[in-house]
C-alpha cells in the first residue's frame, strides 16, 4: 500500500512514518512491517519512540 521502502536507518524509517501518519487517518501494522522489512518488535520500538518525540510538540500517536 505504500510502496516498498529503500533501505533506511531507524531514524530516517521514523521520520518516514511520521510523514505517513499526517497522510492517512488509518495505517496496517502488518503492511508498516512489510513495506519496512522489519519485524513487529521493531515496529513496536519505533512506535514507543515515535510516542515520546511527538509529546513533545502536544500530538499523541494512540
Do not use: F, G, W
Request: proline residues 2%.
Amino acid at each position: 500500500m505504500y510502496k516498498q521502502k529503500d533501505y533506511l536507518s531507524a531514524v530516517q524509517r521514523r521520520q518516514d512514518m511520521q510523514k505517513l501518519l499526517l497522510l492517512y487517518p488509518a495505517i496496517h501494522v502488518e503492511e508498516l512491517c512489510d513495506d519496512y522489512q522489519i519485524s513487529m518488535n521493531t515496529l513496536q520500538n519505533d512506535y514507543n519512540q515515535l510516542k515520546m518525540e511527538t509529546e513533545d510538540y502536544n500530538v499523541y500517536i494512540y
